[in-house]
């Protein structure tokens, strides 16, 4: 089975601040890599998927680079309405496997 | 855009079987481009996906619950079921609907979409 862990688990930060999370794979996973937040009581909404690829609709200031077994979830500046968790995800056709999350809330 | 309602009892007792339809709405679970799941979430083990099924019926699942899982699809009323036999208070979570694209060229299921709120199952007594 492929485990995914992430780091940190939570992140203590200011709106304008740039945020750095990091999703690593216990073996190499190409690019299936999506990254999702989550607010309390939401389902978790869709942000990159192919790693790199915004989801429609995603503000810009969201990005996602890596492949293989390391990657990362960058937001240029943290805005009020960030505040959540957020979740990297590898998907295989039928294997679906979830990273722990990362809290990311205010300083 | 495609809307997903999960419902169904919010309590099961031990032992008993745990059952959920998700109802599609403003779309067709005959797209085929699309591929249906349930997913669920609990703090003691984090998001988890269950499994998932095509309009044509084709199934797959989590090999951790295969042997307990069953999903459905019904096409007359556009809903897909979960059916999760002997639960016990570790089945307890917020059980989530989803929709994954399909790409039809490779038969390839992306991550899923979540189109519901979800809903609360406790299993107690």
């Known amino acids: 089975d492929i485990q995914m862990t992430q780091s940190p688990s939570t992140l203590s930060a200011s709106v304008g601040d740039r945020v750095t999370i990091t999703c690593r794979a216990s073996?190499?996973?190409?690019?299936?890599l999506a990254w999702y937040q989550q607010k309390p009581g939401k389902a978790p909404n869709l942000l990159i998927y192919?790693?790199?690829t915004l989801e429609s609709g995603v503000p810009s200031r969201f990005s996602g680079s890596g492949s293989g077994t390391e990657f990362t979830l960058t937001i240029s500046s943290l805005q009020p309405d960030d505040f959540a968790t957020y979740y990297c995800?590898?998907?295989?056709?039928?294997?679906?496997?979830f990273g722990p999350g990362t809290k990311v809330d205010i300083k | 855009q495609v809307q997903l309602q999960e419902s169904g009892p919010g309590l099961v007792k031990p032992s008993e079987t745990l059952s959920l339809t998700c109802t599609v709405s403003?779309?067709?679970?005959?797209?085929?481009?699309?591929?249906w799941g349930w997913i669920r979430q609990s703090p003691g083990k984090g998001l988890e996906w269950i499994g998932g099924?095509?309009?044509?019926?084709?199934?797959s699942y989590n090999p951790s619950l295969k042997s307990r899982v069953t999903i459905s699809v019904d096409r007359s009323k556009n809903q897909f079921s979960l059916k999760l036999t002997s639960v016990t208070a570790a089945d307890t979570a917020v059980y989530y609907c989803?929709?994954?694209?399909?790409?039809?060229?490779?038969?390839?299921?992306?991550?899923?979409?979540?189109g519901g709120q979800g809903t609360l199952v406790t299993v107690s007594s």
């Open positions: 995800h590898h998907y295989n056709s039928n294997l679906f496997t």
């Open positions: 073996q190499s996973i190409s690019n299936w």
């Open positions: 192919k790693a790199s």
């Open positions: 403003r779309g067709s679970i005959s797209n085929s481009h699309y591929y």
């Open positions: 099924v095509y309009y044509s019926g084709s199934a």
């Open positions: 989803a929709r994954h694209p399909y790409d039809t060229s490779d038969s390839y299921i992306h991550a899923p979409l979540f």
